[in-house]
């Protein structure tokens, strides 16, 4: 007797064009360029948390704000209205929702979402991404023709933690940023902060207003910049111009000053080191300026620490604060031993010791079948990989505003989303330079950059391969440059195939 089989239906995965990860700063401004330049296409974002804002709604420790002065951390279409320039995360964050809710783009948004991998069929000229629901396990299928990351480049869930000799004896609080506890109560505690870098300037003048004393205990300086806390020209043209008027007149403004302290730093980095330790020298003058703010690198090959209206060096002449430059003996039961002999008491110490990289948000690629690996990829204008058809990265600059990378990116990816449809093409898929590519992709001498570069694509010598970490040429290259040179390449669908199927 013959046994009876039945077929099991199992429904398509759902389809969207274009598919954002990431709904952070990043992915919202994604969302909102496909709103605003593809407004027939659909798509979606997803979010492995519960909520907008990315890292300005993860990060909630004391006194977090933007290391970069908001006309340029903000979005190209949408002005940021306040004088202010630099702006603690919840503004930030308030500032990222009311634009996705402004351009409509929240309903968008599927939230508890983690992208864990993502498969390209040349067949079928799409994308089949798998995604687990961090609320209730379920894993979800979905399909796109174009997957844009935009998820950042650092692990959310971990920052980086070395391990301190003897850190088990210490019997006070230890904390890392990334995770500081809501309760947190800094009244009268000693407190030593680890690190010398963005978090670590930004924890130390927070905290020293109720504790009773904050160290800053780095093992190698930082170059750290008091910057205005609010901009005096955006203040002036405010009372002028509308915000429409006044805010692309600053953002250039900055961008241009930015832009030059840079070369400047990379041409003669002696004359900007004078530069940097006569300001410092001029606002901490009873500090060992020499010892705790003169860095064995030259400005810029690690990123620039800014300070509004010198909060921190505001502490350090008060008393509430010091710095102490040496490296770490071991913990004691009551704080911290320098290898100089050097105690620094302590009811709690504060990890601040930076990030761990991960790039795409941990997800893994595959080309029909074939693992892509992220090292023997060429990045392609900073936003693609080689040999990976219809998917970019926004990788924002590391001597600049991220937005300002982000927004060329997200328009570029709108750019080249209308030309494919324009001239029946399915998909783009870059080339790797024929010379072969061997330059980093990110140039920062940073402990957490240096710790991935291993893991991370790689760059030419030249463009379209080379990623410039300058804004002016990239709006050159990207919001006006061709988009078919000699690294791209165009694909139409592949024809429909027919094959026999052996019948037992």
């Known amino acids: 007797m013959a046994a009876e089989h039945r077929t099991i239906e199992h429904p398509a995965p759902e389809h969207v064009d274009v598919l954002v990860v990431g709904a952070g700063l990043s992915g919202i401004g994604a969302a909102c360029h496909l709103q605003e330049e593809c407004p027939d296409r659909t798509y979606a974002v997803l979010e492995s948390r519960g909520a907008i804002g990315g890292t300005w709604d993860l990060f909630r420790y004391p006194g977090i704000r933007s290391d970069s002065d908001m006309f340029t951390l903000g979005y190209a279409f949408r002005p940021w209205q306040d004088s202010q320039a630099i702006a603690d995360g919840a503004d930030i964050r308030t500032y990222i929702r009311d634009t996705a809710r402004e351009y409509g783009v929240e309903e968008k948004i599927r939230f508890h979402h983690q992208v864990l991998s993502a498969e390209w069929s040349t067949d079928e000229a799409r994308w089949a991404v798998t995604a687990r629901r961090t609320d209730t396990g379920e894993t979800v299928q979905l399909t796109c023709s174009w997957l844009s990351a935009c998820s950042g480049y650092y ?269 029946g093409y399915v998909s783009a898929t870059p080339l790797a330079p024929p010379e072969g590519a061997d330059q980093p992709f990110l140039d920062l001498a940073s402990g957490y950059v240096q710790r991935s570069l291993a893991d991370l694509p790689k760059q030419g010598r030249r463009k379209p391969w080379k990623l410039h970490q300058n804004y002016i040429r990239d709006v050159g290259l990207l919001r006006r440059g061709s988009l078919e040179d000699e690294g791209m390449t165009f694909q139409r669908r592949v024809p429909a195939t027919t094959t026999e199927k052996a019948v037992a």
Request: hydrophobic share 40%; charged share 20%; glycine share 8%.
């Open 155 to 423: 692990r959310y869930d971990e920052g980086f933690r070395p391990d301190f000799p003897g850190e088990e004896r210490f019997a006070g609080e230890q904390i890392h940023p990334q995770h500081w506890p809501e309760d947190f109560d800094a009244t009268g505690k000693r407190i030593v902060v680890i690190g010398s870098g963005a978090t670590a300037v930004t924890l130390v003048p927070n905290l020293a207003d109720a504790a009773e004393h904050v160290t800053m205990l780095q093992r190698t300086p930082s170059y750290v910049m008091s910057l205005p806390g609010r901009d005096p020209l955006a203040r002036f043209l405010h009372s002028l111009l509308p915000p429409t008027l006044a805010y692309p007149i600053v953002r250039w403004k900055n961008v241009l000053v930015s832009t030059a302290f840079y070369q400047f730093s990379q041409r003669w980095p002696a004359a900007a080191r004078t530069l940097l330790r006569r300001l410092t020298q001029k606002q901490v003058p009873d500090v060992d300026v020499d010892t705790h703010f003169n860095p064995p690198y030259d400005p810029w090959d690690q990123r620039l620490c800014l300070v509004p209206d010198g909060d921190l060096f505001r502490a350090l002449r008060r008393g509430q604060a010091a710095i102490a430059t040496g490296r770490i003996a071991t913990f004691t039961e009551k704080g911290v031993q320098l290898e100089s002999g050097e105690h620094l008491d302590a009811d709690v110490i504060v990890t601040a010791t930076g990030l761990n990289l991960l790039a795409m948000g941990g997800m893994t690629l595959a080309v029909d079948g074939r693992p892509v690996e992220l090292s023997e990829t060429v990045s392609y204008k900073g936003m693609m990989l080689s040999g990976v058809p219809n998917f970019s990265m926004v990788i924002g600059y590391t001597n600049a505003s991220w937005t300002l990378k982000a927004d060329l990116v997200n328009r570029y990816v709108c750019r080249l989303i209308n030309h494919l449809g324009a001239r």
